[in-house]
Nanobody
Framework: QVQLVESGGGLVQPGGSLRLSCAAS????????MGWYRQAPGKERELVAS???????NYADSVKGRFTISRNNAKDTVYLQMNSLKREDTAVYYC??????????WGQGTQVTVSS
């Protein structure tokens, strides 16, 4: 089992920045990919960014050039640096971890609101 705890959400003005963190615990050695998803009201959950165990990064087109996913050396914490935030980035952001057996784990979610 893997447990994920997110932090760092909040209210920010358009053009501002936020940094999300996700701390993983439990059987972290089984994790193959970690990433961030988001879900806005009335919309489906979508992938924002992911990073593989080998360090390959993938981004949604809507956030390329503005968001950066990274992780610490212990590979138990993943970050999402969000710059140049737009109102359409408002959503609940969820941390995700996928194991080598393709089992998905989710955090509880953290609200990001971009508003003036």
């Amino acid at each position: 089992q893997v447990q994920l705890v997110e932090s760092g959400g909040g209210l920010v003005q358009p053009g501002g920045s936020l940094r999300l963190s996700c701390a993983a615990s439990g059987n972290i050695f089984s994790i193959n990919v970690m990433g961030w998803y988001r879900q806005a009201p009335g919309k489906e959950r979508e992938l924002v960014a992911s990073i593989t165990d080998g360090g390959y990064r993938n981004y949604a087109d809507s956030v390329k050039g503005r968001f950066t996913i990274s992780r610490n050396n212990a590979k138990d914490t993943v970050y999402l640096q969000m710059n140049s935030l737009k109102r359409e980035d408002t959503a609940v952001y969820y941390c995700n971890a996928m194991s080598q057996l393709l089992k998905n784990y989710w955090g509880q979610g953290t609200q990001v609101t971009v508003s003036s």
